[in-house]
């Protein structure tokens, strides 16, 4: 008898048996869009872990945006520690209440690869491009494991991830990817918050008394106190929800830092230069489609596609470092990308 024992894939998919009956089952899987032979020994759902996290896609994210852009200081959150500690919350979400936790985690790993430099302002840099229905960083991020750097992920992952925002419709098909969903508010809600004191924006005692009560201070309490209300209501009415008292409290939050911080009129005003810069980036590729990289000439897609998935693509350093090369004569427009 020695101290290791071999655990193979159909070891684990049939310790997915015991999760709940609402929870994803990989031998059950929709499967890929190109059938491929198992892996000896990881699941399909570990599988698209794994690839997303090996990706190029991924990698870039430690040189994204996720609100505050360029900041002075070395622990502002990016959008690659944002995407981090959406997967913690995920697969804490998904253990509580026994789900499938590698799925919960593959959908938090590339929920965001989409994004585009200088974070959500890309969304507003490039909807001009997609009328009327606008350019939308999930349905990037779909389009990035499945065209861009085709991984070939499960069909689950991809709903996921094109549905981790809660304003898309359908919702999502799994409570793995509603665990998302609420991993997602839950990191961004309380690390912005952070970032905003930390960043002068607001003081510490700035944010409404009722989200004070609820939830505490600002920091790893208002992580704890949302997840737990996630837990203790889903496993009270037999789906993923917050109830609704702590919801409300959780919105009001929202709301207070959407008018307090998001779209606060100086983070605006930092955000048009960045607006600027990827419109002029989109606009030279779409003149000079010549100098569009090998990896993004798609001749089946649109030429504004095959760029804005270029542009998309690229880091805030890369975008500036190629906005300088192709514009030298001209300063950065404003002194937030300075």
Same mark, same amino acid.
């Given at each position: 008898?020695?101290? #290791?024992?071999?655990?193979?894939?159909?070891?684990?998919?049939?310790?997915?048996?015991?999760?709940?009956? =609402?929870?994803?089952?990989?031998?059950?899987? *929709?499967?890929?869009?190109?059938? /491929?032979?198992?892996?000896?020994?990881?699941?399909?759902?570990?599988?698209?872990?794994?690839?997303?996290?090996? $990706?190029?896609?991924?990698?870039?994210?430690?040189?994204?945006?996720?609100?505050?852009?360029?900041? !002075?200081?070395?622990?502002?959150?990016?959008?690659?520690?944002? &995407? =981090?500690?959406?997967?913690?919350?995920?697969?804490?979400?998904?253990?509580?209440?026994?789900?499938?936790?590698?799925?919960?985690?593959?959908?938090?790993?590339?929920?965001?690869?989409?994004?585009?430099?200088?974070?959500?302002?890309?969304?507003?840099? #490039?909807?001009?491009?997609?009328?009327?229905?606008?350019?939308?960083?999930?349905?990037?991020?779909?389009?990035?494991?499945?065209?861009?750097?085709?991984?070939?992920?499960?069909?689950?992952?991809?709903?996921? @991830?094109?549905?981790?925002?809660?304003?898309?419709?359908? +919702?999502?098909?799994?409570? /793995?990817? @509603?665990?998302?969903?609420?991993?997602?508010?839950?990191?961004?809600? $309380?690390?912005?918050?952070?970032?905003?004191?930390?960043?002068?924006?607001?003081?510490?005692?700035?944010?409404?008394?009722?989200?004070?009560?609820?939830?505490?201070?600002?920091?790893?309490?208002?992580?704890? !106190?949302? @997840?737990?209300?996630?837990?203790?209501?889903?496993?009270?009415?037999?789906?993923?929800?917050?109830?609704?008292? &702590?919801?409300?409290?959780?919105?009001?939050? *929202?709301?207070?830092?959407?008018?307090?911080?998001?779209?606060? +009129?100086?983070? =605006?005003?930092?955000?048009?230069?960045?607006? !600027?810069?990827?419109?002029?980036?989109?606009?030279?590729?779409?003149?000079?489609?010549? %100098?569009?990289?090998?990896?993004?000439?798609?001749?089946?897609?649109?030429?504004?596609?095959?760029?804005?998935?270029?542009?998309?693509?690229?880091?805030?350093?890369?975008? #500036?470092?190629?906005?300088? %090369?192709?514009? +030298?004569?001209?300063?950065?427009?404003?002194?937030?990308?300075?």
């Amino acid at each position: 008898m020695t101290g #290791l024992r071999r655990r193979d894939r159909e070891a684990r998919e049939a310790e997915e048996q015991h999760l709940a009956p =609402l929870a994803a089952r990989s031998a059950l899987s *929709r499967g890929r869009a190109r059938p /491929e032979p198992p892996d000896a020994f990881r699941t399909a759902f570990e599988r698209d872990r794994d690839r997303i996290l090996h $990706s190029k896609a991924f990698r870039r994210l430690k040189h994204k945006t996720q609100v505050f852009i360029n900041p !002075e200081g070395d622990h502002y959150v990016t959008r690659l520690t944002h &995407t =981090l500690q959406v997967a913690q919350i995920a697969r804490a979400l998904a253990a509580a209440l026994a789900l499938n936790e590698p799925l919960a985690e593959a959908i938090a790993l590339g929920h965001d690869v989409g994004h585009t430099p200088f974070g959500h302002t890309g969304e507003e840099a #490039l909807s001009p491009y997609f009328p009327p229905a606008g350019w939308h960083h999930a349905a990037q991020s779909v389009r990035t494991f499945g065209v861009v750097e085709d991984l070939n992920l499960t069909w689950e992952v991809r709903d996921g @991830i094109r549905a981790h925002t809660w304003r898309i419709d359908p +919702p999502p098909s799994s409570a /793995e990817a @509603i665990c998302v969903r609420y991993a997602d508010r839950i990191a961004y809600l $309380s690390h912005d918050a952070l970032d905003a004191i930390r960043a002068g924006v607001l003081p510490p005692d700035a944010f409404p008394g009722s989200v004070r009560e609820r939830f505490g201070e600002p920091g790893r309490l208002w992580v704890a !106190e949302m @997840i737990g209300a996630v837990i203790e209501r889903s496993v009270a009415v037999g789906r993923v929800e917050m109830d609704a008292g &702590t919801l409300a409290v959780m919105n009001e939050l *929202r709301d207070f830092m959407f008018s307090r911080v998001y779209e606060a +009129p100086e983070q =605006l005003e930092q955000q048009k230069p960045a607006v !600027e810069v990827i419109r002029q980036l989109v606009e030279h590729h779409l003149r000079h489609p010549e %100098s569009l990289p090998d990896a993004f000439r798609r001749n089946e897609d649109p030429l504004v596609m095959q760029v804005t998935d270029y542009v998309a693509g690229m880091t805030d350093r890369y975008a #500036l470092t190629m906005h300088r %090369s192709l514009f +030298p004569a001209a300063p950065l427009p404003g002194p937030a990308l300075d």
